[in-house]
């Protein structure tokens, strides 16, 4: 275990040398303005480390493996498990989505695989993490598709456990299953949960939605936005490439996939209970107290806590701030926020 613990902070550590190694001449040591765009529209994209799923480590306290989603858009799912669990016990299910500006990372990048990996063992439930069409080639809403298409495939490991996802069918409460992202990844959690509103889900049954620095934008500068210019990880430049890349082709950073307060869709008042994390330092903070305030307005169930200090994506850098990321995860999933 403590070797275990030992190699994530490595891995989480190799990620910042990366950036600052690679990008040693630049301004700043964000990845994300590494990105490169084409004449063609395509883009390049920074190099990161990935890892492999661990279903074959028997001394591994978490297993994962990967399961195909749709092959015609070569998205997949990978899953972690406990590696003990008692025959009798039913764990809650978390569908997470990663972060990067839906344009960069996947879900077996080794900073969001290995965060997945603790957060298995520290709130003990399945964890099943999304491998996502990335923008500009695939732009909005090919992400929040596919996250619906992830709900509605775990829906039907439900419905028919017979021919099921083993580790789904023996161990997953399906009746405790939660939508969880960071950064990019909780807007898509967020328009997900949206979208499932007008879906016949059950057996399964979604309880809430888990928001973590949710990447939200708009045409108007916020504060701390306008204080983000030389960000290390978001600087304001990199957040405008991204949304440029993300959003429909013609639009602007107003559209409702950007913006959520603009106009306030219907179908919020019928999401679940949602928890929003932020912190002082991200660059977002203001975004996402707005959509906070939105969500109280119009009457949604929600936790909202905001950390002093830190910056954006602080969970896949700071052990300490992630193993407070999964204390509160694990409070709400037991309702206990």
């Known amino acids: 275990m403590k070797e275990e613990k030992r190699k994530r902070e490595r891995e989480r550590e190799r990620m910042a040398d990366l950036s600052s190694e690679e990008n040693a001449s630049s301004k700043s040591t964000s990845l994300l303005l590494q990105i490169v765009e084409h004449p063609d529209g395509s883009v390049s994209r920074p190099f990161v480390p990935i890892s492999a799923p661990s279903d074959d480590r028997p001394d591994a306290a978490v297993l994962s493996k990967d399961v195909p989603l749709n092959p015609t858009h070569d998205t997949w799912l990978r899953i972690y498990r406990p590696t003990v669990v008692h025959h009798t016990t039913k764990l809650p299910i978390v569908i997470?989505?990663?972060?990067?500006?839906?344009?960069?990372f996947s879900a077996a990048s080794t900073f969001y695989h290995g965060l997945c990996e603790a957060m298995t063992g520290a709130i003990s439930a399945l964890v099943v993490s999304l491998e996502y069409r990335l923008a500009p080639e695939h732009r909005?809403?090919?992400?929040?598709?596919?996250a619906v298409e992830t709900v509605l495939w775990i829906q039907s490991q439900a419905r028919d456990p017979a021919a099921g996802e083993p580790w789904l069918v023996h161990h997953g409460d399906f009746s405790r299953?939660?939508?969880m992202g960071s950064s990019s990844g909780a807007n898509m959690a967020y328009h997900a949960g949206l979208l499932a509103t007008a879906l016949e889900l059950l057996p399964l049954r979604l309880l809430g939605l888990i928001l973590n620095q949710p990447y939200f934008g708009g045409?108007?500068?916020?504060?701390?936005?306008?204080?983000?210019?030389?960000?290390?990880?978001?600087?304001?430049?990199?957040?405008d490439t991204l949304w440029r890349l993300a959003l429909p082709k013609g639009a602007e950073r107003d559209h409702e996939f950007c913006n959520p307060v603009v106009a306030v869709p219907p179908e919020?008042?019928?999401?679940?209970?949602?928890l929003v994390k932020g912190c002082e330092g991200d660059p977002l903070v203001d975004r996402q107290r707005e959509f906070v305030r939105m969500l109280q307005r119009e009457g949604a169930s929600v936790v909202a806590r905001v950390d002093e200090g830190g910056f954006h994506s602080v969970e896949l850098l700071d052990p300490i701030r992630a193993e407070s990321l999964f204390a509160e995860v694990r409070?709400?999933?037991r309702n206990d926020l």
């Open 96 to 104: 997470y989505f990663h972060g990067g500006g839906f344009v960069v």
């Open 331 to 333: 409070r709400f999933i």
């Open 140 to 146: 909005l809403p090919a992400a929040y598709e596919d």
């Open 268 to 274: 919020l008042r019928h999401l679940p209970r949602c």
């Open 219 to 239: 045409v108007e500068r916020t504060p701390s936005e306008i204080r983000s210019e030389d960000d290390p990880i978001l600087p304001l430049q990199a957040n």
């Open 177 to 179: 299953c939660f939508l």
